[in-house]
């Protein structure tokens, strides 16, 4: 089959909210993408993916047809990640960055703790709240999320460090840790972060708050005490604690299990060393959401290792979230791409969110598991009495996460050798 693609020029003045993105699933190579508007089909059999703007936006400028010939699958591809993914980035208030964020997976905004506002009595007691500029920015977030039908997937976590904001900034160091005072004004501050949940109308299941990011063995018995002290106030708060790459012996992280919903651990470190191999087992008992996330900004870190391969990893040991710093820095003008000096997943162009060839790679990485999650949707709802192909299915499920994302994340061959295979278990499955 022929597909025509009409290309606009990149630099004409055309509105971006204006094209819708088609994915298409093309078997030997990568993902192609395309803005198209409306889509054709000739009496040939030729399909057009046509680019058309607005009106009022009359295009001068050059148009491209590029012919390409490859197969349609007869599947579809969910268009929620496999596995949601959390960047530590936010939105910041911005309908382009929260779209661009959608397109691309990243299904968990980042709300940022600065934006809880909150002064107290030398009692404890609160003084003052001023919570309404995130609280607007949360209910933007859900109406965008609602235009693109992504509302659903939608899920809001509140970062960095709430306990280290509250106690540093919020309440200016002046209550002594242990203190009634001190106790009595993070019930109130966690209290706060409950009422902000509900008065924004977001589920239980998809609001998370972190506790603290990345700390110290030195900070465990505060810790300890401060996530005791929340999850008595409410018990149903998700808080997260994100565990960094030093050590921190595994029994003091076991005294958090019973106040932590979420836990978001450093690398592959944790999952392959066998001393957190009781605290994994532990957590997957109780059924919290793990998760895993990694820190690099350089810009020389090799695409296939770090960005391509990472959501196999997080295939390979079943986790709940798929995590990374960071998506974007900064949303204004003179945050622009040609003075980024380190290498976030997306960069400023003159005011407005651009991709990396890193959140290119990541897109790659997150599209082949969509592959590896409709197989598993297909044999699980498969009419085949072929035992064989069911037992080959399994096998290759179980085993080619770790294989892809783990032991060969050096082979650019494996991740398009998995989709193939997948593509062709698929297809079988549904004859």
């Known amino acids: 089959m022929t597909f025509l693609i009409s290309v606009f020029d990149p630099d004409s003045p055309v509105e971006p909210d204006f094209f819708r993105r088609k994915e298409i699933a093309v078997p030997g190579f990568e993902t192609l993408f395309f803005r198209a508007a409306l889509v054709e089909r000739g009496d040939d059999d030729t399909i057009f993916l046509r680019a058309i703007q607005q009106i009022r936006n009359a295009y001068q400028g050059g148009m491209l047809s590029l012919p390409f010939e490859f197969e349609v699958l007869p599947f579809?591809?969910?268009?929620?990640?496999?596995?949601?993914?959390?960047?530590?980035?936010?939105?910041?208030?911005?309908?382009?960055?929260f779209r661009m964020m959608q397109e691309y997976g990243i299904s968990v905004p980042l709300i940022n703790t600065w934006g809880v506002n909150v002064k107290f009595n030398p009692d404890g007691s609160v003084k003052e709240r001023n919570t309404a500029r995130l609280e607007q920015e949360i209910m933007n977030l859900k109406q965008w999320a609602k235009e693109s039908g992504t509302e659903k997937d939608l899920k809001i976590g509140i970062a960095y460090g709430a306990y280290i904001l509250f106690r540093d900034i919020q309440a200016k160091k002046q209550f002594r840790y242990g203190t009634p005072e001190w106790e009595k004004a993070w019930r109130e501050y966690v209290l706060i972060?409950?009422?902000?949940?509900?008065?924004?109308?977001i589920a239980n299941e998809d609001y998370f708050v972190e506790i603290q990011d990345e700390p110290h063995a030195r900070d465990m018995e505060e810790l300890i005490l401060a996530s005791?002290?929340?999850?008595?106030?409410v018990p149903t708060l998700n808080l997260m604690v994100t565990l960094a790459s030093w050590e921190i012996p595994p029994a003091e992280l076991r005294k958090l299990v019973p106040y932590l919903s979420h836990w978001c651990f450093w690398?592959?470190?944790y999952f392959t060393g066998k001393e957190y191999a009781p605290l994994l087992k532990e957590l997957r008992e109780k059924g919290k959401n793990i998760s895993f996330y990694t820190c690099e900004v350089t810009m020389?870190?090799?695409?296939?290792?770090?960005?391509?391969?990472h959501p196999?990893?997080?295939?390979a040991y079943g986790l709940?979230?798929?995590?990374?710093y960071q998506f974007l820095t900064h949303l204004y003008p003179t945050a622009d791409w040609k003075i980024a000096s380190y290498g976030n997943t997306a960069l400023m162009a003159s005011g407005n969110p651009v991709s990396t060839i890193r959140l290119e790679n990541l897109r790659i990485g997150n599209t082949d598991i969509k592959y590896m999650a409709k197989l598993a949707?297909?044999?699980k709802n498969s009419k085949t009495k072929d035992a064989g192909l069911r037992a080959e299915a399994e096998k290759f499920l179980k085993e080619t996460p770790k294989l892809v994302g783990v032991d060969m994340a050096h082979d650019p061959a494996q991740h398009v050798q998995a989709r193939e295979k997948a593509i062709d278990l698929i297809l079988q499955l549904m004859k």
């Open 377 to 379: 949707e297909v044999l």
């Open 300 to 309: 020389r870190l090799d695409l296939q290792k770090y960005y391509l391969t």
């Open 228 to 233: 005791k002290i929340a999850h008595e106030t």
């Open 267 to 269: 690398s592959t470190k």
């Open 320 to 324: 709940d979230m798929c995590n990374l």
């Open 312 to 315: 196999w990893r997080a295939l």
């Open 193 to 201: 972060l409950e009422d902000i949940r509900k008065k924004c109308g």
């Open 76 to 97: 579809e591809l969910s268009e929620a990640p496999a596995i949601p993914q959390f960047y530590f980035g936010s939105a910041y208030n911005n309908r382009k960055t």
